[in-house]
């Protein structure tokens, strides 16, 4: 009996040597079809893209197999940019209304929106911070139908 109980656990240990080396294997497989199947998205995300510019369209829909598929353009905010030197400006150009765009508690900390927005009405002028447009980003999306 134990002889037998023995040759069982050596068995199964063999068998779970082997089980794991055909994981490896099939995690291997599965990895690069998983980086194919990428590949394949992304050149199609590619060739939406440039039909949607095509068009001049901001949108386009469409439906398949009980899916709706739509594809787009979509507007980024501005990226805003800030100097080192954007509180000393702030204090050198608008020290009345400092405490408006700096937060001081141990240290001096920007009020961002408080200063985008007054730059875009044109109160304030910062030579320090520089607003760069955003093209618009490309973007799909498939849902199911109901």
Not at 10 to 17: N, T, V, Y
Not at 22 to 37: G, Q, T, V, Y
Not at 123 to 128: A, D, E, R
């Amino acid at each position: 009996m134990l002889a037998e109980d023995l040759k069982m656990i050596k068995d199964a240990e063999l068998d779970i040597e082997l089980l794991h080396r055909d994981n490896e294997k099939l995690c291997a497989k599965n990895n690069k079809d998983i980086a194919e199947l990428e590949g394949k998205i992304k050149s199609t995300e590619y060739i939406l893209e440039k039909e949607l510019k095509a068009s001049k369209e901001d949108k386009i829909e469409c439906k398949f197999d009980g899916y709706k598929g739509t594809v787009g353009f979509y507007e980024q905010g501005d990226e805003w940019i800030y100097d080192t030197e954007t509180i000393s400006d702030i204090h050198a150009i608008c020290p009345k209304s400092a405490k408006r765009y700096i937060r001081t508690t141990t240290i001096e900390t920007l009020i961002k929106n408080n200063i985008k927005e007054d730059i875009l009405l044109g109160k304030i002028g910062l030579p320090s911070v520089t607003k760069i447009p955003r093209d618009p980003k490309f973007r799909y999306t498939i849902k199911k139908m109901k």
